[in-house]
């Protein structure tokens, strides 16, 4: 009993040391002035634009990777085919290469002299230091995690009950809506989850692609860099605020609508 309570008091001690403690304090510099001055900084334009840009690339990004990642959970999981050991490293390979290289192998290949965005040039579109460049760093960085979270639960499940669906007449869509999708439902939300919260916390990919044009190709996480090294220490813990309040907001509804054990 001893030996549980001070494993319990050593996790809570080290989540208030890497956790509690830094937002606790960045809640209260942020508001040593009152609430007024929290509320003219992130009701500055550029404070809106930068909120409305993040909130429309996770838009994109996290619909995308979510049917990707059930798509690829199911490859992986439900057929067998060559190149599958590939197709795993590839998924793990946004986890494992730095943001800041994503962002540079990016501007490689679709910038001006790129092999993709010399021709998307030629025919007036701009993906680097622009919206769609942005997406795609976006998209790349939080790629794996649905994916992740679902093919466990598909190992789990096992075959059974879908072959059961299929000798009973059951099309491979009624299969999926009606058998496969109610079992994974748990794991495509926590997956959301985690894509969102990378989506809107993404800095190093989207940094390099999106040119850091004030106005223009700021997010919130590169407006709180600008804050920050202008001085204004008030914006920047207000928009950092903003941001952990809609990853909260994320959090406590995909709680809320993942089902209930036994229903």
């Given at each position: 009993?001893?030996?549980?309570?001070?494993?319990?008091?050593?996790?809570?001690?080290?989540?208030?040391?890497?956790?509690?403690?830094?937002?606790?304090?960045?809640?209260?510099?942020?508001?040593?002035?009152?609430?007024?001055?929290?509320?003219?900084?992130?009701?500055?334009?550029?404070?809106?634009?930068?909120?409305?840009?993040?909130?429309?690339?996770?838009?994109?990004?996290?619909?995308?990777?979510?049917v990707f990642g059930v798509l690829c959970a199911l490859a992986l999981e439900r057929q067998r085919f060559r190149g599958k050991t590939?197709?795993?490293?590839?998924?793990?390979?946004?986890?494992?290469?730095?943001?800041?290289?994503?962002?540079?192998?990016?501007?490689?290949?679709?910038?001006?002299?790129?092999?993709?965005?010399?021709?998307?040039?030629?025919?007036?579109?701009?993906?680097?230091?622009?919206?769609?460049?942005?997406?795609?760093?976006?998209?790349?960085?939080?790629?794996?995690?649905?994916?992740?979270?679902?093919?466990?639960?598909?190992?789990?499940?096992?075959?059974?009950?879908?072959?059961?669906?299929?000798?009973?007449?059951?099309?491979?869509?009624?299969?999926?809506?009606?058998?496969?999708?109610?079992?994974?439902?748990?794991?495509?939300?926590?997956?959301?989850?985690?894509?969102?919260?990378?989506?809107?916390?993404?800095?190093?990919?989207?940094?390099?692609?999106?040119?850091?044009?004030?106005?223009?190709?700021?997010?919130?996480?590169?407006y709180v860099e600008d804050r920050f090294l202008a001085f204004d220490l008030t914006g920047a813990y207000a928009a950092s605020l903003a941001l952990?309040?809609?990853?909260?907001?994320?959090?406590?509804?995909?709680?809320?609508?993942?089902?209930?054990?036994?229903?």
């Amino acid at each position: 009993m001893k030996g549980r309570l001070t494993l319990r008091m050593l996790a809570l001690g080290y989540l208030g040391l890497l956790v509690a403690g830094p937002v606790g304090i960045m809640v209260w510099r942020a508001f040593a002035s009152g609430l007024a001055p929290v509320w003219d900084a992130l009701t500055q334009p550029t404070a809106l634009h930068a909120l409305g840009l993040t909130l429309f690339i996770a838009a994109i990004a996290v619909p995308l990777n979510t049917v990707f990642g059930v798509l690829c959970a199911l490859a992986l999981e439900r057929q067998r085919f060559r190149g599958k050991t590939l197709l795993k490293a590839l998924l793990s390979l946004p986890l494992g290469v730095s943001p800041v290289v994503v962002g540079l192998a990016l501007v490689i290949v679709y910038g001006r002299t790129g092999p993709i965005g010399g021709w998307f040039a030629e025919h007036g579109i701009r993906i680097i230091f622009s919206v769609p460049g942005m997406i795609l760093a976006t998209v790349f960085v939080s790629l794996p995690f649905v994916a992740r979270e679902v093919a466990p639960i598909l190992q789990e499940i096992g075959y059974d009950q879908e072959q059961a669906a299929t000798t009973l007449g059951a099309s491979a869509w009624q299969t999926f809506r009606l058998v496969t999708l109610p079992a994974i439902r748990s794991g495509i939300a926590f997956g959301v989850v985690l894509t969102t919260a990378r989506a809107l916390g993404e800095y190093g990919a989207v940094s390099i692609v999106s040119g850091k044009l004030a106005g223009r190709t700021d997010t919130m996480t590169i407006y709180v860099e600008d804050r920050f090294l202008a001085f204004d220490l008030t914006g920047a813990y207000a928009a950092s605020l903003a941001l952990a309040l809609v990853a909260l907001i994320t959090l406590v509804l995909m709680h809320r609508l993942q089902p209930k054990e036994g229903v």
